[in-house]
């Protein structure tokens, strides 16, 4: 009974942060658009990573101050002091927390290349090619397992995913001068290679967060990702946007500030800001909850509801593509009901786990990732043991 009701209170709670991703990542789309739309700046300058980076840095800083605070007053004894500094010394993290950098650089900077060349509609699209990509990532290198109606939901997210593709490649009659000699083909590999890059994130922060002997936090893997993605933006700043600071960043920003008021502006910065960095957040909750796999079905919802509303926010002659269609609703319909199957079947399979586990822990599954972190572990243990001799 116990177990059931901690379940249900698991799945609640996983279902609640994949909400809070959804309406953040909308929020945090639409005001990027938005940001673009005012042009205060080239495209080239690449201000929208960098104002990724900085909410993540600036958000991880923030959640540990506060943290910090809280605890300061709080009187600690010397004993808690002195255990607290051994684990912060004993820590090492494992090779797979520094590869989680490289690969959230390498598939934003492609998102946003991709989404320069094929637009909103088709990216939003190729983007699910996250889905399976996680679940064969998780099966071959975290030993995952998947049931039957985990797959399901799976499987009925691609099919609608797959009805949006074949609107935006015009294969449903309504464009039918569209062929696929017109989808630009740098474009798709630019999104091809950053769901590849974006699923490996997903799956390194899943076996950082439940697999390694100390974890790493929700905020520390942020902070290492942004200062990493802001030490890069800021050494492109340097040495490529500065020497074309007149026609990236003068010119642009005289003519934005004259047709657009600065308090608009000031706001829909500071408003992607904080939506990226709750959104951020919510995704490491639903790492550590429910998986890279979760996340990837949390993405595809995001991608629809992105659409619809930027058919709410953008849609017009010009953009016909940003418009929301019969076809498109379809897809919506899909993908949502997908990953609710998931979510719902995902609850079942770890309700049935917790009856079935015996009252002792289980000893930790070894996987691919894990064989250099054992080696880390014996290497500290034995460090470990020479100090206290």
């Not at 889905?131 to 099966?139: D, K, Q, R």
């Not at 797959?151 to 696929?180: H, M, R, Y």
């Amino acid at each position: 009974m116990a177990s059931t009701k901690a379940t249900t209170t698991n799945t609640t709670s996983a279902l609640l942060f994949v909400a809070l991703h959804v309406s953040f990542g909308i929020s945090y789309f639409l005001t990027a658009q938005k940001i673009m739309n005012f042009q205060l700046l080239d495209k080239n300058t690449m201000q929208v990573p960098g104002l990724v980076y900085l909410a993540d840095v600036l958000s991880a800083m923030i959640t540990k101050k506060l943290a910090s605070g809280s605890n300061g007053g709080k009187t600690a004894t010397m004993e808690t002091r002195r255990k607290q500094t051994r684990r912060n010394e004993e820590k090492r993290y494992p090779w797979q927390f520094y590869v989680l950098p490289v690969s959230e650089f390498v598939g934003l900077t492609l998102a946003i290349r991709a989404m320069e060349i094929c637009g909103g509609p088709l990216y939003q699209t190729l983007a699910g090619m996250q889905i399976p990509m996680t679940v064969l990532f998780s099966s071959v290198l975290l030993k995952k397992k998947y049931t039957v109606g985990q797959l399901l939901g799976v499987s009925v997210v691609i099919c609608g995913l797959a009805v949006k593709a074949s609107e935006v490649l015009g294969a449903d009659g309504n464009q039918s001068k569209t062929t696929t000699t017109s989808i630009p083909i740098l474009g798709v590999l630019c999104a091809f290679v950053s769901g590849i890059s974006y699923s490996m994130r997903g799956i390194l922060m899943e076996y950082l967060s439940k697999s390694t002997k100390n974890p790493p936090s929700g905020d520390e893997m942020s902070f290492a990702m942004g200062t990493f993605g802001l030490a890069a933006f800021a050494a492109y700043t340097l040495f490529v946007t500065v020497p074309n600071k007149e026609d990236w960043v003068l010119k642009p920003m005289k003519k934005s500030l004259a047709a657009n008021a600065v308090s608009s502006i000031v706001f829909f910065y500071v408003a992607n800001a904080c939506a990226r960095a709750m959104m951020a957040k919510c995704m490491m909750k639903i790492v550590r909850s429910s998986g890279a796999t979760a996340l990837s079905l949390s993405n595809a919802m995001r991608s629809v509801g992105v659409i619809v509303f930027t058919h709410a926010a953008f849609c017009s002659v010009n953009a016909k593509k940003q418009c929301l269609s019969q076809t498109g609703a379809i897809s919506a319909a899909l993908v949502v009901s997908g990953g609710l199957t998931y979510a719902y079947q995902t609850s079942i399979a770890n309700s049935n786990s917790g009856r079935s586990a015996p009252s002792s822990k289980r000893a930790p599954a070894k996987t691919k990732l894990s064989a250099a972190t054992n080696s880390e572990r014996t290497t500290t243990a034995q460090k470990t043991i020479r100090k206290r001799r």
